[in-house]
């Protein structure tokens, strides 16, 4: 296959990954993604940041889930109510298990790449994705640090 169709297929597959699982993601019912699991290591998401520097680039990755109607804007924390930190940790559940989605579908691109390709859209994987899965672990580990000192104060 001419390597011109070969990145033709790569894009325009990825395109549709994408925008169509953040579009799936953001139909599902709020009620089927929990508050995610974190882990002791993760220090409550110091560790993104001393090892990422997360709060250094977070603001220039875009937010997909505003871009469909129905989908929960993460770019600021826009109250500080239980009810809505709740919400907003559940919804980094979702975009971090939608990243996750994304990623499983790389060996989907395998069947129509050359060899020499495969590293390319594998790293292309990483790349958009990795990112976007570290800002969700991130803000969940925070926003849930943050409703135990609220929940403490009452």
């Not at 709020?30 to 250094?56: A, C, M, N, S």
Request: one cysteine or more; glycine letters at 8%; aromatic letters at 16%.
């Amino acid at each position: 296959m001419p390597v011109l169709w070969i990145v033709g297929l790569n894009v325009t597959g990825w395109l549709i990954v994408q925008i169509g699982l953040a579009w799936a993601f953001t139909r599902m019912p709020i009620q089927w993604f929990k508050t995610g699991p974190l882990f002791r290591w993760e220090w409550g998401g110091q560790v993104y940041d001393r090892i990422f520097h997360v709060r250094v680039w977070k603001r220039y990755l875009p937010d997909g889930a505003a871009w469909f109607p129905g989908g929960f804007a993460k770019r600021s924390l826009e109250k500080v109510m239980p009810d809505y930190l709740e919400r907003f940790c559940r919804e980094t559940w979702r975009g971090e298990l939608c990243h996750w989605a994304a990623l499983a579908c790389t060996p989907m691109f395998f069947l129509w790449n050359p060899d020499w390709a495969d590293g390319i859209v594998t790293l292309y994987a990483l790349l958009a994705n990795g990112p976007c899965i570290v800002v969700q672990r991130f803000n969940r580990a925070r926003l849930q640090a943050l409703m135990v000192r609220i929940c403490s104060r009452t």
